[in-house]
């Protein structure tokens, strides 16, 4: 089981990882504008989203910034995408942002 971690600098790329292993992306966030990062579904028999939180700048001041960890889990072989959205969740604007690997996952 291995580790991948993933950031801004792999925005549309591609990912090669295998059965067990664990995809982590961190992107930068600050919650306190009101945008977050949201996942768009998988597809589940090759990767399962196991977590997604938030962690706030070591200042830990209020209204600071920080990164959105999402942990995914490769379950099985096969293709898919993973894409986030930065946006309002209750604007109906287009995001301000998008973050999308491709990620192959073999046995």
Same mark, same amino acid.
């Given at each position: ?15 090669? %990882?295998t059965?067990?292993? &664990?995809i982590?992306?961190? !992107? ?18 090759? !990767?399962?989203l ?10 830990? $001041? ?9 942990? &995914?889990? $490769? ?8 894409? !986030?959205? !930065?946006?309002?969740?209750w604007?109906?604007? %287009?995001?301000?942002s ?10």
């Amino acid at each position: 089981m291995a580790e991948i971690v993933v950031g801004e600098g792999h925005n549309g790329g591609t990912i090669s %990882a295998t059965a067990g292993d &664990y995809i982590i992306i961190r !992107l930068p966030e600050n919650p306190t504008t009101g945008f977050q990062w949201r996942a768009e579904r998988t597809d589940i028999e090759v !990767l399962e989203l196991q977590s997604d939180e938030f962690t706030q700048a070591a200042s830990g $001041a209020i209204g600071s910034s920080g990164v959105r960890i999402l942990r &995914y889990l $490769a379950k099985g072989a096969g293709d898919t995408s993973i894409t !986030l959205q !930065l946006a309002r969740p209750w604007e109906a604007n %287009a995001p301000r942002s998008q973050f999308k690997i491709q990620v192959t996952v073999s046995r």
